[in-house]
């Protein structure tokens, strides 16, 4: 039978139920369900060997959106994050996508840009020309460092020469693009980067200074799209309210920083939870959302002739489920198995996927009742906690700092005082 990842009331169950349920949906091991609780994770020799002068771990929730029906296949998705509302936001979307039959998704080969840094040339058209009639030789010698890759299928692929004007004159840059297949790829291509400069420099003259990856990953693009039929968003009126809100975006950088940052809520909480570098995918979001000279949202919202709303997400994505964190992490090892992707790709478009649904759950707020109403009563949850209140009232003062309104500090230490002065 076809796994659904459509449960009902999955919010309402205790953890030690959801964490059943996951296990049951990914067959994953009692260790790999231990490391999802965050129980196996918790071996401090797992710190030491990943950064320096580690002490400890940092601990984050890790919870799962359910609903999501991607290229007609059900997925669970872990989610890292410490923001309120995202989990459910991104399930609530996945589940109104479903109507539609959910998402659908593409994306570009795993090509990433390794860049190399000429400098002081004073011809730098003959020294674009003279490095590309070299091109076989540059490939050949950035091949030689990864056989390993080679024996995938992939490695240095071709070769761009970009000339671009500096405060100090033009630089020659050189653009290796390798395919790294399931890597990230950075260590990958700075060693190819590294590799090949002094053959640039002798190639080309001048001098090579830099010899690094871009996070500008233009080659390795995730798309994803989903149509939300009006009714299961509430009616024509939210669908509208949807677009102008994307307009706005698409006009104004203030709100557009606000719009992006919606779609990082979802995409990053996945990125974490897999183990990959989300600084990577943030830079690459962001400098490929500005590519055009002024910074647009990355994903767009259109009423369809039907009048229902039709969403699409296209941004770099370089993950990996290979190398970095991903495979030393007994956590993401264990999200890599419940999202039961066969390829970096796939984790790629799945990405795009929750970060489609991420905003459009934001937006859908936003042009109805406002983001606070759902925030509002996690975030009580939180603020009651935070201040130190016996767990059987939490309920209790959440309730009561909601309804007045008062979702503050100080008033919940004096709901907290009034109710266990009434129980005593
Ligand atoms: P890596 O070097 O650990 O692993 C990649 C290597 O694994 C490949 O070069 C290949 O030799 C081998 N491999 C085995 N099976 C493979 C497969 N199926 N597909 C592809 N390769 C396979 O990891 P990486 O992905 O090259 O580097 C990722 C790390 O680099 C991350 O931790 C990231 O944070 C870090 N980093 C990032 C930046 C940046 O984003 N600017 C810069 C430097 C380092």
């Given at each position: 039978m076809e796994k659904t990842s459509r449960i009902e009331g999955f919010y309402k169950l205790p953890m030690a139920e959801r964490l059943k349920i996951v296990k049951t949906f990914a067959d994953l091991t009692d260790e790999e369900a231990m490391a999802l609780a965050g129980l196996g994770g918790a071996d401090p020799s797992i710190s030491d060997k990943m950064v320096e002068n580690a002490v400890g771990s940092f601990h984050m929730p890790l919870g799962i959106a359910v609903n999501f029906r991607i290229n007609d296949k059900d997925y669970l998705i872990p989610m890292a994050i410490e923001e309120p509302s995202v989990i459910a936001a991104a399930s609530n979307s996945a589940k109104m996508a479903r109507v539609k039959g959910g998402f659908w998704t593409s994306s570009t080969p795993p090509i990433m840009i390794g860049q190399v840094q000429l400098t002081g040339?004073?011809?730098?058209?003959?020294?674009k020309h003279v490095i590309l009639e070299r091109k076989h030789e540059i490939l050949e010698l950035?091949?030689?460092?990864?056989?390993?890759?080679?024996?995938?299928?992939?490695?240095?692929?071709?070769?761009?020469?970009r000339i671009i004007d500096t405060q100090k004159g033009p630089n020659v840059?050189?653009?290796?693009?390798?395919?790294?297949?399931?890597?990230?790829?950075?260590?990958?291509?700075?060693?190819m980067a590294e590799a090949v400069a002094p053959l640039v420099e002798e190639i080309a003259g001048g001098r090579v200074y830099l010899r690094i990856l871009s996070n500008l990953a233009t080659h390795r693009l995730a798309r994803a799209r989903a149509v939300w039929e009006k009714e299961a968003l509430g009616g024509e009126d939210v669908v509208d309210g949807v677009v102008e809100a994307y307009l706005f975006a698409e006009a104004d950088p203030y709100r557009c920083a606000t719009h992006n940052k919606g779609i990082m809520n979802g995409i990053d909480a996945v990125i974490i939870a897999t183990g990959n570098d989300w600084r990577a995918i943030e830079a690459g979001a962001h400098s490929y959302a500005a590519r055009s000279g002024s910074y647009k949202p990355l994903t767009i919202f259109e009423k369809t002739p039907d009048?229902?709303?039709?969403?699409?997400?296209?941004?770099?994505?370089?993950?990996?489920?290979?190398?970095?964190?991903?495979?030393?992490?007994?956590?993401?090892?264990?999200?890599?198995?419940?999202?039961?992707?066969?390829?970096?790709?796939?984790?790629?478009?799945?990405?795009?996927?929750?970060?489609?649904?991420?905003?459009?759950?934001?937006?859908?707020?936003?042009?109805?009742?406002?983001?606070?109403?759902?925030?509002?009563?996690?975030?009580?949850?939180?603020?009651?906690?935070?201040?130190?209140?016996?767990?059987?009232?939490?309920?209790?003062?959440?309730?009561?700092?909601?309804a007045e309104k008062k979702v503050r500090m100080d008033r919940a230490k004096e709901v907290i005082e009034e109710l266990k002065r009434k129980k005593t």
């Open positions: 040339i004073k011809d730098p058209s003959r020294a950035a091949n030689k460092q990864d056989p390993m890759l080679i024996t995938l299928g992939g490695g240095a692929k071709d070769l761009e020469v840059v050189v653009h290796l693009l390798v395919d790294v297949k399931d890597a990230m790829g950075a260590n990958a291509v700075n060693t009048g229902d709303l039709a969403g699409t997400i296209e941004l770099p994505m370089a993950v990996g489920l290979i190398g970095g964190a991903t495979k030393v992490h007994p956590t993401a090892r264990a999200s890599i198995k419940l999202l039961g992707v066969k390829g970096a790709q796939e984790l790629g478009e799945v990405a795009a996927a929750v970060g489609l649904a991420q905003n459009l759950a934001a937006l859908r707020a936003l042009a109805t009742v406002g983001i606070q109403k759902g925030h509002m009563s996690l975030h009580a949850k939180n603020i009651v906690n935070s201040v130190g209140c016996p767990p059987e009232l939490v309920d209790e003062v959440v309730r009561i700092i909601v």
